[in-house]
């Protein structure tokens, strides 16, 4: 077989061979079928690493396959208008409870030299007229709440959010089944609504040296209920932000891809480092150094020891990083470092005229 025939021979697309048989007999036959088989090979390369893309995908769990996805489309199309939803800064450092505290009325939680207090209120039933207490928030539904209500707030430019129809559909976009019922999505969503309306909110800062002020905070002034007809679901007609708390969300509001929001949709701990990575890196000028005890302190309410803390810390990260391999953080035994970062390294483009020195380590949290 001569060099030409063993060319063609690895010509096997019809519209490859089609090209071939036009350009026989033509000037310059052997430089064409050189290209042709060029491309032909282009197309087997690629057709493999489809097949060997396809082939790993298959070997992830259901819950990785979407983080694996999320990463995918979060590289190809870089974050819009149409891709960033809103959060306060604040919620960004200041997490809620994790799980349902049960009768538990009062919740704290201290990060570095600031805390948060929650304190469970009470709504006026619509049916009844008798006030009914509400228990705190918590879990990944009220992170989706908050962060739905902050974004139509920053979207709409006013206090007052629609709640009844925009929160069914961001039900939907998060990958929520929109269903009824006394254990459905409506009901679950709906009780973190009421939980937030109702609760207060402190925020305490702390200078270290003696000096310190409390904010007092309450995410929302006011909530209208209605009352459904027989068989439908009671729904919330809108929420009022509290003007201080709006005024500030202008303010200090904290874009956040909601694509990756979707991704951990299912885990309160893991939107909580969302948030917070999100929001470090935006103004990080240094090295950010912060211990397993300020970690703990921080992300682990529902981890009685440091030793369980750490090891499902560490899974949590490793998810975020999932999503976001180019994120500057690493773990050591002494706790975790996170490092100012290049734009394309950001999970959310960095605000002007953020500056990038590397000099120093900041050490608080």
């Known amino acids: 077989m001569t060099g030409i025939e063993q060319k063609l021979a690895g010509i096997r697309d019809a519209d490859l061979l089609a090209e071939v048989e036009a350009a026989r007999g033509g000037f310059l036959f052997a430089q064409i079928v050189e ?3 060029h491309r032909q090979r282009e197309r087997d390369a690629a057709a493999a690493a489809a097949d060997a893309e396809t082939a790993r995908r298959a070997g992830l769990g259901r819950d990785q396959r979407r983080r694996d996805a999320v990463r995918l489309v979060i590289e190809t199309q870089p974050a819009g208008p149409e891709n960033l939803q809103h959060i ?16 538990v009325r009062e919740f704290s939680r201290t990060y570095g030299r600031n805390s948060l207090s929650l304190v469970a209120g009470r709504l006026k039933n619509p049916a009844t007229g008798a006030w009914e207490p509400q228990g705190l928030p918590y879990g990944p539904k009220a992170r989706l709440v908050l962060l739905h209500l902050c974004t139509e707030a920053v979207r709409q430019r006013s206090p007052t959010v629609a709640v009844a129809d925009t929160l069914s559909g961001f039900m939907r976009e998060m990958g929520f089944a929109v269903t009824g019922g006394e254990r459905g999505t409506i009901r679950q969503f709906k009780e973190q609504v009421h939980r937030l309306a109702a609760c207060g909110m402190q925020i305490g800062l702390w200078d270290g040296r003696g000096e310190a002020s409390t904010l007092n905070v309450p995410p929302f002034r006011s909530l209208d209920l209605w009352r459904a007809r027989a068989g439908e679901e009671t729904w919330s007609r809108s929420v009022q932000f509290h003007q201080d708390f709006y005024d500030n969300l202008i303010r200090h509001a904290l874009p956040v891809d909601v694509r990756a929001a979707r991704a951990f949709s299912g885990s309160a701990r893991k939107l909580d480092l969302l948030f917070w990575v999100g929001y470090r890196l935006r103004a990080l000028h240094r090295p950010l150094r912060l211990t397993w005890e300020n970690l703990h302190g921080q992300f682990g309410a529902e981890n009685a020891s440091l030793r369980s803390f750490r090891q499902a810390f560490k899974a949590d990260l490793a998810h975020l990083c999932e999503v976001f391999p180019k994120l500057p953080l690493s773990l050591d035994e002494g706790g975790l470092t996170l490092q100012p970062a290049d734009p394309g390294a950001l999970l959310v483009p960095p605000r002007q005229g953020t500056k990038s020195a590397r000099q120093g380590t900041d050490v608080r949290a």
């Open 88 to 103: 306060h800064s604040v919620l960004a450092l200041c997490g809620l409870p994790y799980r349902d505290p049960g009768p």
């Open 35 to 37: 290209h042709i088989l």
